[in-house]
């Protein structure tokens, strides 16, 4: 399925050896307070594309070893206000984060996300509102007719998308409503079973009413290229667009490993979803690799790496519907993957000490190539030849 368009890539170190005569090139700074003010991926960004990352918090983190990442480490929040102009809380908005109980909202992790999203001038994407996973037992295990359900859900979506009205921009309203192959998940999500799939248009129609600026998304993995799951939602939602459902925009989450290659139709994919009159989105793009703990990734895996973050940022930008591209991590030692997949990680551009590795520098430097004249720019960068081959 992978395909090697992009063969300039290199590792860092084999960069670095290779441009012996180059001039010297200073080691990037541990932490973000002393990066330069222009020396992030937000100043480097166009005009039109914000680049997201994930506030961790919640979800795998309460059983890590360490305090609640978002709250607690000042070096890791000044990482998120420098380099990004969108902020997706990781888990903090989730029913089961939200809902201690049915006539309980606990709003103080989520509501700390959105005031220092809007102290450093940046937008939230909300992340979600209908979900197979992560609900409370209450919800999931309770025995409620059918009417209790309905209103348990308006009232959820009203009450959370009302509270942030005009706060928060973008809402991934329903997430992975389908499996791999293309089917509802009839089964395992409790509104789809409970109330049919007529629910998911009545999901999005509540979060327009609560809201009616935010610009409402589906979300999934695995929908990267043109595939059953992306037709899936293909056709689903071109039926609710013509029923007049508020659905605005399609997110690829993007959760990719070196192990299994990328799909080369994603350009294919994002522009046939905007040619719909949809926003597209990276959402929580990551690439995983085969790595023991602990150890050093392979220049091998590296370039794989880069090559597979620089397509995925590469499509995006060059897909004009394409206005969101957001990092499901910024720091390995907050990422989600170890947890998850026994015997991978060294799945977001920074190291567990917040250090960048050289697929932050080809997203930087990609995106530098993006603006007006940006590509004699990109070569000229400090950083350049700490990921591309000369
Ligand atoms: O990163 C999230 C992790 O902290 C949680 O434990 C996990 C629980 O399902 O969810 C992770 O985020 C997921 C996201 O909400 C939806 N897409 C897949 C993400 C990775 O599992």
């Known amino acids: 399925m992978r395909t090697r368009t992009i063969s300039m890539l290199v590792g860092g170190a084999t960069a670095f050896a290779l441009l012996a005569g ?3 090139l200073a080691a990037p700074p541990a932490h973000a307070p002393g990066l330069a003010a222009k020396d992030t991926l937000a100043a480097v960004a166009p005009d039109g594309l914000r680049i997201g990352g994930a506030a961790a918090g ?6 890590a070893d360490y305090p609640d990442p978002f709250t607690s480490d000042e ?6 206000a420098a380099e990004f102009t969108s902020l997706t809380p990781e888990n903090q908005m989730k029913w089961d984060h939200l809902r201690p109980s049915r006539d309980e909202f606990a709003f103080d992790d989520a509501d700390a996300i959105v005031d220092f999203a809007e102290e450093n001038g940046q937008i939230v994407r909300g992340h979600t509102l209908f979900w197979h996973s992560q609900n409370p037992a209450w919800l999931e ?4 007719s059918d009417a209790e359900l309905r209103e348990i859900l308006h009232e959820h979506i009203s009450t959370v998308v009302g509270r942030y009205a005009g706060r928060v921009a973008h809402w991934e309203v329903a997430n992975e409503i389908f499996d791999d192959a293309g089917n509802l998940r009839t089964e395992e999500n409790i509104w789809i079973r409970e109330l049919g799939p007529e629910i998911i248009a009545d999901a999005f ?5 609560a809201d009616p600026e935010a610009v409402l998304f589906f979300n999934d ?20 667009l013509a029923d007049g459902v508020p659905v605005d925009g399609m997110g690829l989450q993007s959760h990719l490993g070196t192990m299994y290659g990328y799909d080369p139709t994603l350009p294919e994919n994002l522009a046939r979803f905007g040619a719909l009159g949809l926003e597209t989105a990276i959402t929580e793009l990551d690439v995983r690799m085969e790595i023991a703990d602990g150890a050093e990734p392979t220049p091998e895996q590296v370039a794989d790496q880069n090559e597979f973050f620089e397509f995925v940022l590469t499509s995006c ?3 004009s519907s394409c206005g969101s591209f957001t990092l499901w991590g910024a720091s390995d030692l907050y990422s989600w993957v170890p947890n998850t997949f026994e015997g991978q990680g060294s799945a977001t551009p920074w ?9 932050y520098c080809v997203l930087q430097t990609t995106l530098l190539s993006a603006q007006p004249g940006g590509e004699a720019r990109a070569a000229h960068h400090p950083a350049y030849a700490g990921c591309r081959a000369a």
């Open 22 to 24: 180059s001039p010297a």
């Open 58 to 63: 919640g979800g795998h983190h309460g059983a």
């Open 75 to 80: 070096p890791y929040r000044d990482l998120l």
């Open 141 to 144: 295990d309770g025995d409620y």
């Open 205 to 209: 129609r509540w979060a327009h009413e």
């Open 221 to 240: 993995y695995n929908v990267e290229g043109l595939n059953p799951k992306a037709d899936a939602y293909y056709a689903l939602i071109q039926d609710l």
């Open 317 to 319: 930008l060059e897909e």
């Open 351 to 359: 190291t567990e000490d917040l250090e960048r590795k050289s697929a």
